[in-house]
T-cell receptor, first 112, second 111 residues
Framework: KAGVTQTPRYLIKTRGQQVTLSCSPI?????VSWYQQTPGQGLQFLFE???????NKGNFPGRFSGRQFSNSRSEMNVSTLELGDSALYLC???????????FGSGTQLSVL | SQKIEQNSEALNIQEGKTATLTCNYT??????LQWYRQDPGRGPVFLLL?????KEKRKERLKVTFDTTLKQSLFHITASQPADSATYLC??????????FGTGTRLQVFP
């Protein structure tokens, strides 16, 4: 069974640009969560999607958005990038009857 | 406010010793608590889940305890090896159903 796949692995953008990150969950998993990880703040919850619906949202500005498709693949978008958005963005999926998360390797975003 | 606290200082121990990591939480009433391992540049990997009615859980050289009165979980690695060097994160589900992580403790095992 393939794991959680995130693309791209690395990304360099400049301030003001927008970025879209992609996540393919483990086959059969309908829940996808996104986290931002920085050295100072640790893992911060962004949002969780289940069957194309946003179930939960963290305390991030509206520049951070996401969506989930009918095949459970998910994307997150950050508009008007700021230097502070530089981080490792992690996606995780889980099965319906399982509480444990399976994480991808993340997308390392650098904003210059 | 709700908080999950892990020792932010690195834990350095010698190979063969037992490593003990602490996770304290406030203003949560979690039904369970999870532990993950994270290596540099990689996503966290699930290790163990312990429920509120379980005092202790073991998996090979790993042992987790959960004290809902103290609001604390302890994570032990016995007979530690250099390959155990990583950051260990605890996580629990918040009152608003988000899975929230502590900031993690970096463990370094020296030969």
């Amino acid at each position: 069974k393939a794991g959680v796949t995130q693309t791209p692995r690395y990304l360099i953008k400049t301030r003001g640009q927008q970025v879209t990150l992609s996540c393919s969950p483990i086959s059969g998993h309908r829940s996808v969560s996104w986290y931002q990880q920085t050295p100072g703040q640790g893992l911060q919850f962004l949002f969780e999607y289940f069957s194309e619906t946003q179930r939960n949202k963290g305390n991030f500005p509206g520049r951070f958005s996401g969506r989930q498709f009918s095949n459970s693949r998910s994307e997150m978008n950050v508009s008007t990038l700021e230097l502070g958005d530089s981080a490792l963005y992690l996606c995780a999926s889980r099965g319906t009857t399982n509480e444990k998360l399976f994480f991808g390797s993340g997308t390392q975003l650098s904003v210059l | 406010s709700q908080k999950i606290e892990q020792n932010s200082e690195a834990l350095n121990i010698q190979e063969g010793k037992t490593a003990t990591l602490t996770c304290n939480y406030t203003n949560y009433s979690p039904a369970y608590l999870q532990w993950y391992r994270q290596d540099p540049g990689r996503g966290p990997v699930f290790l163990l889940l312990i429920r509120e009615n379980e005092k202790e859980k073991r998996k090979e050289r790993l042992k987790v305890t959960f004290d809902t009165t103290l609001k604390q979980s302890l994570f032990h690695i016995t007979a530690s090896q250099p390959a155990d060097s990583a950051t260990y994160l605890c996580a629990l589900r918040s009152n608003t159903d988000k899975l929230i992580f502590g900031t993690g403790t970096r463990l370094q095992v020296f030969p």
